[in-house]
């Protein structure tokens, strides 16, 4: 399997160019839906039954899911990654250009470089004769740079095709900490809200008196710097994206952009923020709402305040030992390989992810794709040789738990 990855290795990387040369942002539904056939047309000749789901009314392409039947009572696995990026069609960034060992393109770690690994290892399977009685099933999502709502039908497919496995393996990509490659057995949650301040207005003389109290962006100021002191805890992120107030304000365009009006002899009546916060486990979760609660709650003399929590979100996926075990099949693999142990990654190094959906059903393992900087922004590069370590990887960690009873 792994002569198979090094021979097939330039095949690949035609494969992965070929991939991020068509531009599958989120919202350019056709373009992802050109990715998932493309994928399909790999998948199929390796003995997958694929089969695309539209999700064309929740405003989103859909996803590509692919079944291979194996023998009976062997363990099921779940692959997992995504067929969109961050770059639309109005992005500037558009191209696969390579340089020797890096290349460079939308997507091309995040997750496009993902999936060519995932294919990589599948076609090393498949050509040792392993393939054939393993039974896997993968689900490549068509939203998981920007979900659509609700996320129940969203990431229905997921969660049942999760329910239906034994282990899952996501393919997004590695993470390499002071020169190590890190194994990933957490992610953690993506919860958004919405902060709505507000005070009595009148002349900017009057503020602070007994009438007209402290106004709307004293208010914001004194929950924002609360959340900042008070709210820290180890695995617990929190950040406001937006913050905009005044005489008049309001949050435009999905909360991406805002607007205000005043002047500086008003009292504010009116400030608004959008942020979000991330956690380790549904218990970090629900501590951290409660206490955010309570801090917005403690109001500024003459102000009120509320905090909305968005529904959904991205759930986490805590360091169980059912992963860690996991990760220590990968490093027996790894030794097998002649490659260095990878430790497991801390969790706050790592965002969101789909694989986190499942996580309560299914042992699991992150972080199987290619490794690749700056992603999410122009100038996104891969190091292409990731792409056969990782395959080596994955192709001899899937071969073993494949064959393990259920």
Do not use: C
């Not at 062997?74 to 960034?93: M, N």
């Not at 558009?94 to 997507?107: I, L």
Request: glycine fraction near 10%; aromatic fraction near 4%.
């Amino acid at each position: 399997m792994a002569q198979t990855v090094d021979s097939e290795y330039e095949r690949s990387v035609a494969l992965l160019e070929k991939l991020v040369n068509e531009n599958s942002g989120t919202m350019n539904l056709a373009g992802v839906e050109k990715v998932g056939a493309m994928m399909r047309a790999e998948l199929e000749p390796l003995g997958f039954d694929a089969v695309w789901k539209p999700m064309a009314e929740a405003g989103r392409a859909g996803h590509l899911i692919a079944t291979h039947k194996g023998k009976p009572g062997r363990k099921r696995l779940l692959l997992i990654g995504h067929l969109d990026t961050v770059f639309e069609l109005d992005s500037p960034f558009q191209t696969f250009v390579r340089d020797g060992e890096q290349a460079e393109g939308p997507g091309v770690g995040d997750d496009k470089g993902g999936m060519v690994v995932m294919l990589s290892a599948l076609h090393a399977m498949h050509a040792a004769g392993i393939l054939q009685d393993a039974n896997i099933e993968i689900v490549l999502t068509g939203d998981e740079e920007d979900v659509s709502d609700p996320l129940e039908i969203a990431r229905a497919d997921l969660i049942a095709a999760g329910k239906r496995a034994d282990v899952a393996l996501d393919f997004e990509g590695l993470v390499i900490d002071e020169g190590k490659d890190m194994g990933s057995i957490a992610r953690r949650s993506s919860n958004s809200w919405t902060l709505t301040t507000s005070g009595k207005t009148g002349h900017s003389s009057l503020i602070f008196n007994a009438e007209y109290g402290d106004g709307a962006v004293n208010e914001m100021a004194r929950i924002l710097a609360a959340f900042r002191t008070q709210l820290p805890e180890p695995n617990l992120t929190f950040n406001t994206g937006i913050v905009v107030g005044g005489a008049a304000a309001a949050l435009e365009d999905d909360s991406l952009k805002a607007a205000a009006s005043g002047k500086t002899n008003i009292i504010p009546s009116i400030a608004m923020a959008r942020g979000d916060f991330r956690t380790l486990s549904e218990e970090q979760t629900q501590r951290t709402r409660k206490r955010m609660q309570a801090i917005v709650d403690a109001h500024l003399p003459g102000t009120d305040a509320k905090i909305v929590f968005d529904p959904g979100g991205y759930p986490s996926m805590p360091p169980t030992d059912g992963n860690r075990t996991l990760l220590a099949k990968l490093n027996e693999v790894n030794a097998d390989l002649g490659l260095p142990q990878m430790p497991a990654l801390d969790p706050v190094k790592r965002g969101a992810g789909d694989i986190s959906f499942v996580a309560g059903d299914v042992d699991g393992l992150a972080g199987l794709g290619t490794y690749s900087r700056g992603d999410h922004a122009p100038g996104e590069t891969v190091d292409l040789d990731s792409i056969r370590r990782q395959a080596k990887r994955a192709a001899i960690l899937m071969t073993r738990l494949s064959r393990e009873q259920r």
